[in-house]
């Protein structure tokens, strides 16, 4: 957003809009400017969502897939979820915006797939959930 040149060990801004924003500092003197501290999140207004509990699948012969979990624990309240979704562990290849904790998919190819959750809301995506592996036969 900017720079904030200040002689004080603190700051404090007005009319920031909500969201994350990342901040670093420097300090500076007559000889010049340091260099650049690690990123800080600073999150304006509501914070990111928790982490999904409880993801769970379940798949039948004619490829329904039933995906359900919980609403997080901690953090701030979900607007909705994403579903990530691979054929590879750890290699999401599609995302799926959800609004309840709850999908039912029909004709789902055999295979193996591994999927996690996210809540997400106007701070953004929270961390994913814990993969679990959906065989459909």
Not at 33 to 55: F, K, M, N, R
Request: charged share 10%.
């Amino acid at each position: 957003i900017g720079v904030f040149p200040t002689a004080a060990e603190s700051l404090v801004t007005t009319g920031v809009g909500r969201g994350v924003y990342y901040a670093r500092i420097r300090a500076m003197n007559a000889r010049g400017a340091s260099a650049a501290s690690p990123d800080i999140t600073v999150v304006v207004g509501e914070g990111l969502p928790g982490v999904p509990v409880g993801l769970m699948a379940a798949a039948d012969q004619r490829g329904d897939v039933r995906v359900l979990w919980q609403p997080p624990r901690s953090g701030a309240p979900p607007a909705g979820y994403v579903l990530l979704v691979g054929t590879a562990a750890d290699q999401p290849s599609a995302r799926i915006p959800m609004a309840q904790t709850t999908l039912a998919a029909q004709g789902v190819a055999s295979g193996t797939y591994f999927v996690r959750a996210m809540a997400v809301n106007g701070a953004g995506a929270g961390p994913a959930s814990p993969e679990i592996l959906v065989v459909v036969p």
